[in-house]
């Protein structure tokens, strides 16, 4: 597992920690609005650099945030979280979901303290939104896991603008109950010529409304 880009102090992307955020390569989706895909072919080699940096960070930074990209994708994953752990740091884990098998052995070696999981779309959207149907199926054994895994989680959904109304009732109901749902608005992807527009920001308002039905804490980022 490579770490091909990392910022090295966060104040927005581990709730109440200062963290340091690790970014992976490669990803098995290809989502059209992705705002990191120049980072999904990336060859550079950050990973000793990055240990580097944060064996001077103690006790000025909380936690390490690792992103891709889609770090469950790595056999060795646990084995860096691990050697985070040991330096003192708590960690974060942004993930997709296609990979319940990793999450689960995460989560059983306490090897992650908070994870964040994208809900792309509902299951009949999917592949039209990753352009990939690769493993999309284990999309839902993924959210069980999760929520009821004790480790402090939330899902989260960006409202692209092929995601209608109807489409967020279906991604609310498909976790309802869960202790957090972020609905965050779509950027237009830097790489992306004639991008689409954004739904408007009260659209995005009525769709956190409509979510709250099925998960009561959900809230616009």
Same mark, same amino acid.
């Given at each position: 597992?490579?770490?091909?880009?990392?910022?090295?102090?966060?104040?927005?992307?581990?709730?109440?920690?200062?963290?340091?955020?690790?970014?992976?390569?490669? !990803?098995?989706?290809?989502?059209?609005? !992705?705002?990191?895909?120049?980072?999904?072919?990336?060859?550079?080699?950050?990973?000793?650099?990055?240990?580097?940096?944060?064996?001077?960070?103690?006790?000025?930074?909380?936690?390490?945030?690792? !992103?891709?990209?889609?770090?469950?994708?790595?056999?060795?994953?646990?084995?860096?979280?691990?050697?985070?752990?040991?330096?003192?740091?708590?960690?974060?884990?942004?993930?997709?979901?296609?990979?319940?098998?990793?999450?689960?052995?995460?989560?059983?070696?306490?090897?992650?303290?908070?994870?964040?999981?994208?809900?792309? +779309?509902?299951?009949?959207?999917?592949?039209?939104?990753?352009?990939?149907?690769?493993?999309?199926?284990?999309?839902?054994?993924?959210?069980?896991?999760?929520?009821?895994?004790?480790?402090?989680?939330?899902?989260?959904?960006?409202?692209?603008?092929?995601?209608?109304?109807?489409?967020?009732?279906?991604?609310?109901?498909?976790?309802?109950?869960?202790?957090?749902?972020?609905?965050?608005?779509?950027?237009?992807?830097?790489?992306? +010529?004639?991008?689409?527009?954004?739904?408007?920001?009260?659209?995005?308002?009525?769709?956190?409304?409509?979510?709250?039905?099925?998960?009561?804490?959900?809230?616009?980022?």
């Amino acid at each position: 597992m490579k770490i091909v880009k990392f910022i090295k102090n966060s104040f927005i992307d581990y709730p109440r920690h200062i963290a340091t955020v690790a970014f992976t390569h490669g !990803c098995n989706w290809s989502c059209w609005y !992705c705002q990191n895909a120049d980072l999904l072919h990336e060859n550079a080699d950050l990973t000793q650099e990055f240990f580097e940096f944060l064996s001077t960070r103690k006790g000025l930074v909380d936690g390490v945030v690792i !992103c891709g990209g889609e770090p469950t994708i790595h056999a060795d994953l646990p084995q860096t979280i691990r050697k985070i752990k040991e330096m003192g740091f708590d960690v974060k884990l942004d993930t997709n979901g296609t990979n319940p098998e990793m999450l689960a052995e995460l989560i059983g070696n306490n090897l992650v303290d908070y994870i964040a999981m994208d809900i792309k +779309a509902p299951i009949s959207k999917l592949s039209q939104i990753t352009l990939s149907r690769n493993k999309i199926e284990r999309v839902a054994e993924s959210i069980e896991l999760i929520k009821n895994s004790g480790v402090e989680y939330e899902f989260r959904t960006t409202v692209t603008p092929d995601l209608t109304e109807n489409d967020i009732e279906e991604m609310a109901k498909s976790i309802a109950g869960a202790k957090k749902y972020i609905l965050q608005q779509y950027n237009k992807p830097k790489l992306l +010529a004639n991008a689409p527009e954004p739904h408007k920001i009260e659209t995005v308002k009525h769709f956190v409304s409509v979510a709250q039905k099925w998960v009561p804490a959900c809230e616009l980022r």
